[in-house]
């Protein structure tokens, strides 16, 4: 049971890889062959080149390495965007809360909010990883988002077409909205899977088992579970 749970969430990267930063890196890959003659362009700059690729299997390859690089570069660029706009959210947040005279966090707690929001994502999925099957889902479909939106603000500058452009800058608009509100969601959903693992941890659950299809816990295990909520 636990090896096909291994399994599920090991796809879930290669799910990650491919959503999150191949598929956003090939739309904007295919704008970009749509706005250029890509052969007669690789011909006229590296024609000569001996060290390209010349069977169809090295291209192919050649495009999935691009669109995949791309990718990556749109996503760092979708993450900086957004946290622009979280830093824009909480400094309106904060405004806010000084009109109203309440306590505002500041960054020292904050970043010591987060540090433990972290520490305990990475103990609880390695007690109980089935819990964030739901939330690495998410966390994918935000990340595609991210990057699909930046894909089409790419996009605009490259499609030939006027109307094409107007449509695909409103679209990305859109995304980007729909972007910044996924990304507050997973955050959120974090801290609810977090708190769930808390929850089986108080009571007494034993942790998940890796590579082991029908065996029961050891009995070391059963009483450990009871100092399985992290300290602090």
């Not at 003659?37 to 090295?58: C, I, K, M, Y």
């Not at 760092?76 to 000084?98: F, M, P, Q, T």
Request: proline share 4%; aromatic share 10%; hydrophobic share 45%.
């Amino acid at each position: 049971m636990w090896s096909v749970l291994g399994t599920l969430i090991s796809g879930f990267l290669l799910i990650r890889d491919f959503f999150g930063y191949l598929l956003p890196g090939a739309v904007l890959f295919g704008c970009l062959a749509l706005s250029i003659d890509v052969q007669r362009f690789v011909h006229d700059n590296f024609g000569t080149a001996d060290w390209l690729p010349r069977s169809e299997w090295a291209i192919a390859a050649a495009v999935v390495g691009a669109c995949y690089a791309l990718g990556q570069l749109l996503a760092s660029a979708g993450y900086l965007v957004l946290d622009g706009i979280a830093w824009i959210e909480r400094k309106h947040e904060e405004k806010k809360k000084a009109r109203d005279r309440k306590q505002i966090e500041t960054k020292e707690e904050r970043a010591a909010r987060q540090r433990k929001l972290t520490a305990d994502s990475l103990y609880f999925r390695f007690r109980y990883p089935s819990l964030f099957i739901e939330l690495d889902r998410r966390d994918t479909i935000a990340v595609f988002r991210t990057g699909l939106t930046m894909a089409l603000f790419g996009s605009v500058a490259l499609l030939p077409d006027f109307w094409l452009r107007a449509g695909t800058f409103i679209a990305a608009t859109v995304m980007l909205w729909v972007s910044a509100r996924a990304r507050c969601h997973v955050e959120g959903f974090t801290e609810d899977t977090i708190a769930a693992g808390v929850m089986a941890a108080e009571a007494k659950m034993p942790p998940e088992r890796r590579g082991v299809s029908d065996a029961k816990p050891p009995a070391e295990e059963e009483s450990a579970a009871a100092e399985a909520k992290p300290k602090g």
